[in-house]
Every structure is written in structure tokens, then in C-alpha cells.
Nanobody, 130 residues
Framework: QVHVVESGGGSVQAGGSLTLSCFAS????????MGWFRQAPGKEREGVAV?????????HYQPFVEGRFAISRDNEKNRVHLRMNSLRPEDSAMYFC??????????????????????WGQGTQVTVSS
């Protein structure tokens, strides 16, 4: 079973930046589709970004983070990062790193919620103050 652990959350003022990191266990990390989703109190879970397991590490973003957030992966270290710039108060949420070690769907399907990940971490809190 793949285990996922996030780190890097915190509090920041609007306009600031944070980088979230995630470690996923397993010897075949390069084949995992990896992503981040978030959930704020009283709101639905929403996908944020996905990075594919293809050679180019193709990325997909929700429109509300496009141009501000960047997802990347380091297959040598089993890590995924989410760089978040120009943070807004509405970005405040619990952020979860998620993995599908045996993806059966297109990477974009994980972003929209059409496909679900096999596992995710406990989450890390991001709070953006105005």
C-alpha cells in the first residue's frame, strides 16, 4: 500500500507564497499520477493540480490557480511539490497530496474529480490572511 505524507503548510499574508511537499512510498513512483486537492470548511473538495506519469510530466491546473501555482515531481526522491504564489484568502484550505499508483484514467480526469485517487495523505493546512 502506498503511503503519502504532506508537509509545508502554514500561514501567509495575501500575495505571499508557500511551497507544499509530498512524499509517496513505493518503488515505482515514476508510474504514479500525482496531484493535490483541497477542502475548506463547509465546502466541497476541489482538485487543484495534477502531474502525469508521462515522460514530460504533463501538468494540469484548475483555472482558479492557473498561472499562480506550479506542480512538479522528483521521481528520484518520490516527491511532488506544489509551489503556490500570489496566494489569496480564498486559497485557505486543507491541502491533500494524492496518488494513483496504477492509473486507469487520463490525468485531467483526476483534476476534475471524474477519477479518484487510490490514496492521499492527512493534509496540510494553508491559511492566507487579507
Amino acid at each position: 500500500q502506498v503511503h503519502v505524507v504532506e508537509s509545508g503548510g502554514g500561514s501567509v499574508q495575501a500575495g505571499g507564497s508557500l511551497t507544499l511537499s509530498c512524499f509517496a512510498s513505493g518503488s515505482t513512483f515514476a508510474t504514479y499520477v500525482m496531484g493535490w486537492f483541497r477542502q475548506a470548511p463547509g465546502k466541497e473538495r476541489e482538485g487543484v493540480a495534477v502531474i502525469d506519469n508521462d515522460r514530460d510530466g504533463t501538468t494540469h491546473y484548475q483555472p482558479f490557480v492557473e498561472g499562480r501555482f506550479a506542480i512538479s515531481r522528483d521521481n528520484e526522491k518520490n516527491r511532488v511539490h506544489l509551489r503556490m504564489n500570489s496566494l489569496r484568502p480564498e486559497d485557505s484550505a486543507m491541502y491533500f497530496c494524492a496518488a494513483d499508483p496504477d492509473p486507469q484514467w487520463r490525468a485531467h480526469d483526476y483534476l476534475t474529480g471524474y477519477a479518484d485517487y487510490a490514496t492521499w495523505g492527512q493534509g496540510t493546512q494553508v491559511t492566507v490572511s487579507s
